[in-house]
């Protein structure tokens, strides 16, 4: 199901910075990615884990994921149905992506707290 994000593909002068922000863009892909990576691996659990972000917006970030093949969705067939998501092997390729951000957020975080 194709999705109609908003210039997903606009890059004009081919820029790296650009493409990645296409791709992962806004403020929950990176955490849902997380989220993934930490065990979180379903809609319920994520949610717990990321409370400001509305269903509707997580079921849209995690299609877009899984459209960009950053994520891989399994249903299983139970009673209720199961639905797990987990990081590819493409997606991993942006988690030492995440974690330098994690790194310089929690030194940021420690300087702002020894400022106060």
Same mark, same amino acid.
């Given at each position: ?30 955490? $849902?990615? /997380? ?5 979180? %691996? ?6 717990? *884990? =990321?409370? #400001? ?29 199961? $639905?797990? /998501? ?5 997606? %991993? ?6 974690? *330098? =951000?994690? #790194? ?13």
């Amino acid at each position: 199901m194709a999705t109609n994000r908003k210039n997903k593909d606009f890059n004009p002068n081919n820029c790296p910075v650009t493409h990645f922000m296409n791709l992962m863009g806004g403020k929950w892909k990176v955490l $849902v990615i /997380y989220g993934i990576k930490m065990g979180y %691996n379903r809609v319920s659990t994520l949610q717990k *884990v =990321i409370p #400001q972000i509305s269903k509707q917006m997580l079921i849209n970030q995690l299609r877009e994921l899984e459209e960009d093949n950053i994520i891989h969705r399994t249903v299983f067939a139970e009673v209720p149905p199961r $639905v797990e /998501y987990k990081v590819t092997h493409y997606g %991993n390729s942006i988690w030492p992506t995440i974690v *330098v =951000i994690q #790194q310089w957020g929690l030194g940021d975080l420690k300087k702002k707290q020894k400022s106060k």
